[in-house]
């Protein structure tokens, strides 16, 4: 029997961190919480190891106590779900971003900090198998020292929003680089491994998907040593349904490149081809959250930080702030 009791608020995203907890050696009980009773119902009956569900955070929090709590509802409910789940003496695992403001985003790491809980952000794409090989592979300086990197979210969102109206609502409060586009802000932070100096940046609202905010956003990032970082994200993208490009991720550094999943040394006949290596979401949370239950049951250090997440998303805030003002800006800084 496991050591702790486990619980995962939000049932869309949050069946990842279902399927990653279910099963696992440290976790003894795992509940569920989500509004939708019948998504919930779902859910329970796919794994025999979940023992409760529940329709309200608050309810589910007084009558179970768990230790750990994974919180994968809407961007806008992570200050509320969190700090209660904290105040009721819980660990969180956060879906990304930590929050859609930086407001909203110190709360949280405040009510952590009072409450002694840990705060993890599940900025997924960190664990995938193919990302942490690319990661060794620039620690190691096997391409030499980086120059520019680019990282890119294309996407077409129109069945998404069709499905889950709150992610295009005034409410939710994003745009599109602090909600999908945080991904590409975090991940450009984490292979760069130097802080964000300075941000320049462009967007505009063109097209025809209904949205709140700017729908399309290039950003790029000064980072300490003169690196250079280059995000775009679009939320008006068209393709062909039959086939998509790999056209989204490149780095350039003084001994070699690397293109998609193909990385080249200098003086190698070829590229190596990392298309082999798990690429996939489903990946990428089960990592986060084992790494989550390691750092409550056995005190490991916490492998994204919420400070961590703070400065990916201060980065992408002050790019829409930039195109907003039509000028360079310096993320804020939690202190």
Not at 5 to 20: D, E, M, N, T, W
Not at 182 to 199: F, T
Request: glycine share 8%.
């Amino acid at each position: 029997m496991g050591s702790i009791k486990a619980a995962v608020v939000g049932l869309g995203l949050g069946q990842h961190f279902v399927r990653a907890l279910v099963g696992h050696p440290d976790v003894g009980r795992l509940v569920l919480v989500d509004p939708d009773a019948d998504r919930a119902e779902r859910v329970h009956r796919e794994h025999d190891e979940v023992d409760a569900v529940y329709e309200v955070i608050e309810v589910m929090l007084e009558k179970e106590r768990p230790d750990a709590v994974c919180v994968v509802t809407p961007d806008h409910l992570h200050r509320p779900h969190s700090t209660a789940c904290f105040e009721a003496g819980a660990h969180v695992l956060q879906t990304k971003p930590l929050a859609t403001n930086l407001e909203d985003a110190r709360a949280i790491l405040a009510a952590a900090k009072v409450a002694g809980k840990k705060v993890m952000v599940a900025h997924e794409r960190r664990f995938r198998p193919r990302v942490k090989r690319i990661k060794a592979i620039l620690d190691a300086g096997e391409v030499g020292d980086l120059i520019h990197l680019r990282i890119d979210a294309i996407q077409d969102k129109r069945g998404q929003f069709a499905r889950s109206p709150w992610y295009a609502s005034v409410e939710a409060g994003r745009s599109a680089l602090n909600g999908s586009g945080i991904h590409e802000v975090d991940l450009a932070r984490h292979y760069a491994g130097r802080p964000v100096e300075s941000v320049c940046a462009f967007a505009n609202r063109l097209g025809n998907l209904a949205f709140p905010r700017d729908k399309t956003t290039s950003a790029l990032f000064q980072f300490a040593g003169g690196v250079v970082g280059q995000v775009t994200v679009t939320y008006e993208a068209r393709w062909p349904r039959s086939n998509s490009l790999d056209d989204t991720f490149r780095v350039v550094a003084s001994a070699g490149m690397i293109v998609g999943p193909h990385v080249y040394r200098e003086g190698a006949d070829d590229w190596e081809d990392l298309s082999g290596l798990d690429n996939s979401t489903a990946s990428g949370i089960a990592g986060a959250v084992h790494a989550f239950v390691d750092s409550v049951v056995n005190d490991a250090p916490i492998a994204v930080t919420g400070e961590d997440a703070f400065d990916s998303l201060a980065a992408a805030c002050a790019a829409d702030t930039s195109a907003e003002r039509g000028e360079m800006v310096r993320p804020e800084t939690l202190d």
